[in-house]
Antibody, heavy 121, light 112 residues
Framework: QVQLVQSGADVKKPGASVKVSCKAS????????VHWVRQAPGQGLEWMGI????????TYAQKFQGRITMTRDTTTSTVHMELSRLISEDTAVYYC??????????????WGQGTLVTVST | QSVLTQPASVSGSLGQSITISCTGS?????????VSWYQQHPGKAPKLIIY???NRPSGISTRFSGSKSGNTASLTISGLQAEDEADYYC????????????FGGGTRLTVL
């Protein structure tokens, strides 16, 4: 069965960077795009970006341009999301989610368990 | 403020039907057929329940259905059950200058 397993919770100080990992299994890693979505405490879902696991090309939400980097490792079927220059408003649960087999096939059909990132002094 | 507008809350009695709207614009819902819906229970990851406006993934009850008219997509849940009580989110992508994914603000469904 399709599984996305994320790295554990993390606490960071303002100004630092955080890197969250998402290891995929149960399907051919290079067949489907992967998205990152976050959810602040008590708030709704927010799309952050998408990565093509074949070539590693990315598209990021304008809000995060310059602060976010998504990478992938095809040897371990893992996608990484790094967010820099953290502020308290970045405190959220970060999810990876499997997308479609084409860039514009816009859906999130399997989700990771979520990773809580807390930004605090 | 979310690009896609949903009611903050809806409620319905056991066995009844409810509909949740998701209103976008000519840059997203109106022109693209990639509207999807997600159910999220407290403390859990979201779950895909409708994709491409009206398609159900394998294993999703036929009580869930989706539709679209103009700028507005809708999710209908028939025969409400206690376990349907959750938050529901619509999603699409928008191309108003830059292509980005967007979500509605979410709708809390209360089953009475």
């Amino acid at each position: 069965q399709v599984q996305l397993v994320q790295s554990g919770a993390d606490v960071k100080k303002p100004g630092a960077s955080v890197k969250v990992s998402c290891k995929a299994s149960g399907y051919t890693f290079t067949t489907y795009y992967v998205h990152w979505v976050r959810q602040a405490p008590g708030q709704g879902l927010e799309w952050m970006g998408i990565i093509n696991p074949v070539g590693g090309s990315t598209t990021y939400a304008q809000k995060f341009q310059g602060r976010i980097t998504m990478t992938r490792d095809t040897t371990t079927s893992t996608v990484h999301m790094e967010l820099s220059r953290l502020i308290s408003e970045d405190t959220a649960v970060y999810y990876c989610a499997r997308g479609g087999s084409q860039f514009l096939e816009w859906l999130f059909d399997n989700w990771g368990q979520g990773t809580l990132v807390t930004v605090s002094t | 403020q979310s690009v896609l507008t949903q009611p903050a809350s809806v409620s319905g009695s056991l066995g009844q039907s409810i509909t949740i709207s998701c209103t976008g614009s000519i840059h997203d819902v109106n022109v693209y057929n990639y509207v999807s819906w997600y159910q999220q229970h407290p403390g859990k990851a979201p779950k895909l329940i409708i994709y491409n406006i009206s398609n159900r993934p394998s294993g999703i009850s036929t009580r869930f259905s989706g539709s679209k008219s103009g700028n507005t997509a809708s999710l209908t849940i028939s025969g409400l059950q206690a376990e349907d009580e959750a938050d529901y989110y619509c999603s699409s992508y928008t191309n108003s200058g830059a292509l980005e994914g967007v979500f509605g603000g979410g709708t809390r469904l209360t089953v009475l």
